[in-house]
């Protein structure tokens, strides 16, 4: 193959972890690096933004967000890295260029552009990708009103045919995140949504059914139809778009566009037999370092001990473990004698965290969703507008393993935050929030 350029360090994947990472390389190397020694490989087209705003902002009818407004690393109030940071900062940014293989012997990356680059370090980030309706035997996926959610490019897609089906009807496949988020996103576009998905509740992997209860009713009142324990078995269409979704059992759902989200998969191909795996990722330890000591893994992508968890391995696809990975793995280069390779043995200090804006709502998740759930506060959602505060409160033990708010102001989910992360006894926390007015609703 053609000869290439040689890089000290190279991020493979230009998402939200490899922003978080460059920029904590420039914070180490105070104010940046020396040309030649660090560069992003992304397929994408532009640099590193904060993804989670192309299910949110990126949708909206009016006053969308549009990049540079949301490259990283606004979505953590940090610096805004435009592509002119990247320049400003010694870092090369090799956008549009996919790496279709790597060779850790060699310590190279071969590219679509037939370009060999060599690392000294590597740090994988190249998270995950949507799955496709083909892998469960549907085809009709490159429809021109069949909407996936990854990319900007995804997003700019569904912009357009939000744009070319207002008034019309919408079936979004699945009741994940995307789901759930892109739903709300059709009703802000005045399209009508019919969501069907397997499970007998949105969100089922994870909500209680109170929970999901919840949130199922209120986009009932916003007018979101949930067709639930359905499947698609079909798409009918002709001259390349989608006119209808057709169900397991014959029902047909007349559709001018069409979202899906069914769930992702991480892009660990590239190592199969080159890295150890586990949990569909590549297996780091608590310094983020994979099975070849010259190669980093962090993002969707990485699966890594728990410190919190008493070391069990967990891979998490959510933007704050993107961000925290990303800035371990470059103090764990850039630093080796930090005290982390003692860290590394019982993992890495990490309290999971999830999040979710849809309409006026908003929550957050900490911890883990183990044991009994015990939930507290107002579960009646009213007509759609009501502002609901709510929380779920997992426990192992009689201590919080895991919590989950809705409507939390700052402070609250802070605490909500903290109470996890030291393991609070059930008591005390229960005290606190009847005290602040939630009382107990586990009444079935
Ligand atoms: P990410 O997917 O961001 O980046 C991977 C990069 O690698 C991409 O640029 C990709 O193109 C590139 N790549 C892959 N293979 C490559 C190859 N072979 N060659 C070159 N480049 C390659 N989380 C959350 O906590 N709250 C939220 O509200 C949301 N919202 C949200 C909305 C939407 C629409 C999505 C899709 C996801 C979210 N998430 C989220 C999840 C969050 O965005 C996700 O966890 C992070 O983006 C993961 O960051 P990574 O950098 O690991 O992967
Ligand atoms: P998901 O795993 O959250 O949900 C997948 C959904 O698809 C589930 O409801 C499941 O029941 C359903 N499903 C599975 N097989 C199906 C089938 N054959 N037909 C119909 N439905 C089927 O995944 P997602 O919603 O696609 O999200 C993709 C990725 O984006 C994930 O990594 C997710 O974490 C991330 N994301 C996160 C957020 C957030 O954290 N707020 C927001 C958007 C996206």
């Known amino acids: 193959s053609q000869m290439g350029r040689a ?3 190279v991020i493979l994947g230009g998402g939200v972890a490899a922003g978080y990472a460059a920029l904590e390389f420039a914070r180490h190397r105070d104010g940046g690096v020396s040309p030649g020694e660090l560069c992003i490989i992304s397929d994408e087209a532009v640099a590193p ?9 990126y949708l909206l009818p009016r006053g969308a967000a549009r990049l540079p407004g949301f490259h990283t690393c606004v979505g953590a109030n940090d610096e805004l890295l435009t592509e002119q940071w990247y320049k400003d900062h010694g ?3 090799v956008l549009a260029t996919r790496v279709v293989s790597a060779d850790l012997q060699q310590k190279t990356l071969l590219t679509n552009t037939g370009e060999t680059i060599s690392y000294g370090t590597l740090i994988v980030a190249t998270g995950a990708r ?4 083909e892998e469960f035997g549907v085809t009709g996926s490159d429809a021109a009103n069949v909407c996936y959610l990854r ?5 700019d897609k569904m912009v357009g045919v939000m744009r070319s089906c207002h008034g019309g009807n919408a079936v979004v496949i699945g009741g994940g995140y995307i789901g759930m988020e892109c739903a709300a996103a059709l009703v802000a576009n005045e399209i009508k949504v019919t969501m069907v998905f397997p499970g007998k509740r949105c969100m089922d992997r994870f909500f209680t059914p109170k929970i999901a209860e919840f949130y199922e009713k209120y986009y009932a009142a916003k007018g979101v139809t949930f067709i639930k324990g359905a499947r698609v078995t079909s798409l009918e269409a002709s001259d390349g778009r989608v006119a209808a979704a057709i169900l397991r059992d014959g029902r047909r759902l007349p559709a001018d566009m069409v979202v899906v989200g069914v769930g992702a998969r991480a ?23 994979t099975s070849d000591y010259a190669v980093y893994a962090v993002g969707d992508v990485a699966a890594f001990p728990v410190a919190l968890l008493g070391g069990q391995v967990r891979r998490f696809e959510h933007v704050d473990c993107a961000r925290r990975t990303a800035r371990r793995a470059v103090a764990a280069i850039l630093e080796p004698a930090d005290g982390a390779a003692e860290q590394g043995k019982k993992g890495y200090d990490y309290l999971p965290f999830f999040y979710s804006r849809v309409f006026g709502l908003s929550w ?6 183990v044991g009994e759930a015990v939930h507290f506060g107002d579960f009646s959602p009213g007509s759609g507008h009501a502002t609901a505060k709510f929380v779920v409160l997992w426990v192992s033990g009689g201590r919080v393993s895991g919590a989950f708010i809705e409507g939390g102001s700052r402070e609250e989910n802070e605490e909500t935050a903290g109470a996890v992360r030291r393991g609070a006894s059930v008591a005390e926390v229960a005290a606190e929030l009847l005290s602040r007015g939630l009382a107990f609703a586990d009444q079935e």
């Open 91 to 93: 870092i090369e940014l």
């Open 49 to 57: 933004y904060e993804r989670p705003a192309l299910s949110k902002g």
């Open 130 to 133: 949507a799955s496709k309706l």
């Open 267 to 289: 892009n660990a191909g590239l190592f199969d037999g080159q890295l150890a795996m586990e949990k569909g990722g590549i297996r780091v330890n608590g310094r983020m370092q």
């Open 151 to 155: 990319s900007l490019k995804d997003a």
């Open 7 to 9: 890089f000290a360090y």
């Open 364 to 369: 957050q998740f900490y911890g883990d969703n």
